[in-house]
């Protein structure tokens, strides 16, 4: 722990509460021992799971990211994800989605986290994109690759694409 605190300072970053990212927000949230754990979330708001998670007494910062491409709305998201970084001393942050996965992977380095976990939900580049689509999106999360200390993939059909793809 650092600076000789008694709790786990984390972030849980998060474009969006909805589907299984969301899902899997709230269970950590409820579940995540609070005695050793000092957990923020921080989300893009409007989706199912935001009222259910802030329900749980964790501190939730609402972050203006969007799930759409979306650059002016989630460039604004980006500075309020680095200011957050840079204000306070988290000791780990984990982030899930697609866009949260990209921006706040730059953000934490930028802000010198000392640990940066991605947390495998599912890939922008799957099968289904269209080809050229698929190319840009692989390229984006390798480049993401130096900037993650580790991965931690929800499904063993995540750990084995992401493999494959040298993601």
């Known amino acids: 722990m650092a600076d000789g605190r008694n709790r786990i300072k984390v972030l849980l970053l998060l474009t969006s509460t909805?589907?299984?990212?969301?899902?899997?927000?709230?269970?950590?949230?409820?579940?995540?021992?609070?005695?050793?754990?000092?957990?923020?979330?921080?989300?893009?708001?409007?989706?199912?799971?935001?009222?259910?998670?802030?329900?749980?007494?964790?501190?939730?910062?609402?972050?203006?990211?969007?799930?759409?491409?979306?650059?002016?709305?989630?460039?604004?998201?980006?500075?309020?994800?680095?200011?957050?970084m840079r204000r306070e001393s988290f000791d780990l942050v984990c982030i899930g989605n697609a866009i949260a996965g990209f921006l706040g992977r730059i953000a934490a380095w930028l802000a010198r986290m000392p640990a940066r976990v991605f947390i495998i939900h599912s890939f922008a580049s799957h099968r289904h994109q269209p080809p050229i689509k698929r190319?840009?999106?692989?390229?984006?999360?390798?480049?993401?690759?130096?900037?993650?200390?580790?991965?931690?993939?929800v499904a063993e059909a995540m750990k084995r694409f992401g493999v494959e793809q040298r993601i």
């Open 135 to 153: 190319l840009v999106y692989r390229a984006m999360e390798r480049a993401m690759n130096p900037l993650t200390h580790r991965y931690i993939a």
């Open 18 to 84: 909805s589907g299984g990212t969301g899902q899997h927000a709230y269970y950590l949230t409820k579940y995540l021992d609070k005695s050793e754990f000092d957990l923020t979330v921080a989300f893009g708001t409007g989706h199912p799971l935001d009222d259910e998670i802030e329900k749980l007494g964790v501190r939730v910062i609402p972050l203006s990211f969007s799930r759409r491409v979306s650059p002016l709305r989630n460039l604004h998201g980006f500075l309020q994800i680095y200011r957050l």
